[in-house]
């Protein structure tokens, strides 16, 4: 990778990305956060100096909830 260089990043369905640009580090390395918020297939397109690349990106529709136990419960293992 080229380093300190500027990333646009674009989700396709619309989903929530900590940043629509970066800039890569000293060795050409760049984090972004996608946060899936629309479920479905996605594509996550990121352009730099003239070239693209793209990677599919699956977001689950489910939403998982811990219903019980409750906060701060003690759970006891290898009891009856």
Do not use: M, Y
């Not at 990333?7 to 929530?16: C, D, L, P, Q």
């Not at 900590?18 to 899936?36: F, H, P």
């Amino acid at each position: 990778g080229i380093g300190k260089t500027d990333v646009k990043i674009v989700s396709a369905n619309g989903n929530t990305l900590d940043a629509q640009t970066v800039k890569t580090d000293s060795s050409g390395q760049a984090k972004v956060v996608v946060t899936g918020s629309k479920a479905g297939n996605d594509t996550i397109s990121l352009t730099a100096l003239g070239a693209s690349k793209t990677f599919a990106l699956a977001v689950s529709a489910s939403n998982f909830q811990f219903a019980a136990p409750v906060d701060n419960a003690s759970i006891f293992i290898g009891t009856s």
